[in-house]
């Protein structure tokens, strides 16, 4: 069976397939040697963390403010693009409804006693890296994206592990 080469490419580049890391020829079925990394979720909270530094709420910064805050995260994912560490990121708009199944032929059940995620989560980066330090490292910088008065913010981050143990790729 033939293998396709890497050809310098990092894991999550995989030129054939839409599933980072498997190289669709080989389905990741090979004893050829495999490079371990490991992915993560950084989430940017709303609410429910403590205070950022610069604690100025989003709505109350200039558009040329907002500019900014959003041209480093697009700078930084362009960063991590380019270091095959980059896996995606959103933002999420404020709307949202919180859904459950409540049985055969009833309606889903819109609210419940729980925080609603609209109020917490403002949107998240999934990062594809070599260990824990690195992952902290990066979430470290991106806490200091710019707020109110182009200061950084130093706001907290949620780092969570994929439940995965580790992210494969195919190498020769």
Partial sequence: MAVEKNLGRRCRESPTGSVPGVNTTTMGRTGIEENTMAKYLLLKHYRGAPAPVNDVPMEKWTPEEISAHVQYMRDFAARLEESGEFVESQALVPEGTFVRYDGEGRPPVTDGPFAETKD?????????????????????????????????????????????????????
């Fill in 120 to 172: 917490l989560i403002a949107g998240w980066m999934v990062i594809d890296v070599d260990s824990h330090e690195r992952a902290l490292e990066l979430a470290a910088e991106l806490s200091a994206a710019p707020g109110a008065g182009g200061k950084p913010i130093h706001e907290w981050l949620e780092l969570r592990p994929f439940m995965a143990e580790h992210s494969t790729c195919i190498t020769e």
